[in-house]
């Protein structure tokens, strides 16, 4: 079983979940809105094969400290080697989801010698999907402050209770059902036990999280507009407020001049070439990635996008490998087995030579 164990870091005492004690390393990077309880079923599977697990709470969620100060994804990616640095780690082999792939990204951009191997469960690299509405959102000052200070109990039911979207405020005050977030209304999945709910339940409680969860998305994730014509990328950054007004636009989000535009959060790490072996989990069984492939209001097409956003993991990775998932976007909690096997086949043996 995990042990829960703290850490001091500079600026941040950090909480994690330890299991295993082999001979090599995994560290395991959390998404939003969740804790290192979303890999109790990979600590064990991991420890079980021979690998010493360690899942730390990012800042700001958990039982990771929550300083109120400015995020950017060097901070978070600064905060994951500090960590290994306080535990022992020179390298280990990296497992993330969502915003913990973000995170993981930027480790390999910034910190490529402290990464061994990298496996990435349904998350992006520096492309923003147009599916994900919520970028924009989180930028309309003043919505994502409401909706988390009245709502945050539902939003958290939502995604992991069953819960019907349309619980939640409809847009522009939300984004979520438009996401494909959660249930609709059909009671707590087999795949969220109580005692999980719980604990996402509370730890979405505390009003540090909802500010640390907006810090993530406004000023962690600067978009920029990207024109790719004449073959060379052109990239104009976006104010948070730029942003915003395109999510609240007076003839509604889709019809923004913008809306389909390809965004990318993070130019400067386009050129990143990894060439340690990498795993890209997609999660296949998600309502949201179709309605990503529709036609768009006035007959724009999405295909250059999507498009991107697929090719940026090639792009980045000299070994990739890839591998669907029939699963929600939650995926190493929803299919945890499928997950479990395509790490250890990925991973190997532990002490077996991954390089």
């Known amino acids: 079983m995990a042990s829960s164990q703290h850490v001091d ?28 309880h979303q890999w109790r079923h990979q600590l064990r599977a991991l420890a079980e094969a021979g690998y010493a697990c ?3 709470d990012n800042r700001g969620f958990g039982g990771t400290d929550k300083p109120d100060v400015r995020i950017s994804r060097a901070l978070l990616a600064r905060d994951v080697t500090r960590f290994m640095d306080a535990v022992g ?8 989801h969502d915003w913990g792939g973000i995170i993981a990204f930027k480790l390999v951009a910034d910190h490529p010698q402290r990464v061994r191997s990298i496996a990435l469960l349904d998350t992006l690299l520096t492309v923003w999907p147009p599916q994900a509405v919520h970028g924009w959102w989180f930028k309309a000052e003043g919505l994502p402050e409401a909706l988390f200070a009245a709502h945050h109990r539902t939003f958290i039911e939502v995604a992991f209770g069953g819960r019907d979207a349309a619980d939640l405020p ?7 059902a438009r996401t494909g977030l959660g249930g609709t209304g059909g009671g707590r999945p087999a795949w969220v036990d109580a005692e999980s709910l719980d604990h996402y339940l509370e730890a979405f409680s505390d009003p540090a999280s909802w500010a640390a969860a ?5 000023y962690g994730l600067p978009f920029h507009l990207v024109d790719d014509g004449g073959g060379a990328e052109r990239y104009r950054c976006l104010s948070e407020r730029e942003v915003g007004a395109m999510w609240l636009h007076e003839g509604g989000f889709d019809a923004h001049p913008d809306r389909w535009r390809q965004h ?17 989990l997609q999660a296949r069984g998600r309502e949201r990635g179709r309605r990503a492939k529709r036609e768009p209001a ?3 097409s999405t295909t250059a996008p999507a498009s991107a956003f697929v090719a940026q993991f090639a792009q980045c990775f000299g070994a990739l490998a890839t591998q669907g998932v029939a699963s929600g976007h939650f995926l190493a909690e929803e299919a945890p087995d499928e997950v479990n096997a395509a790490l250890l086949g990925f991973l190997g043996p532990a002490g077996g030579g991954r390089a």
């Open 298 to 300: 006035g007959g724009r």
């Open 214 to 218: 907006i810090q993530y998305y406004r």
């Open 89 to 96: 780690l020179e390298s280990a082999h990296v497992v993330a």
């Open 54 to 56: 360690f899942a730390p």
């Open 264 to 280: 990318d959060v993070a130019p400067e790490d386009r050129s990143t070439r990894f060439e340690q072996p990498a795993l890209w």
């Open 9 to 36: 870091i500079p600026g941040v005492r950090v909480h994690y979940l330890q299991q295993g004690s082999g001979p090599e390393a995994v560290v395991l990077l959390h998404g939003f809105p969740q804790t290192s």
């Open 170 to 176: 409809g847009a522009p005050a939300s984004p979520w």
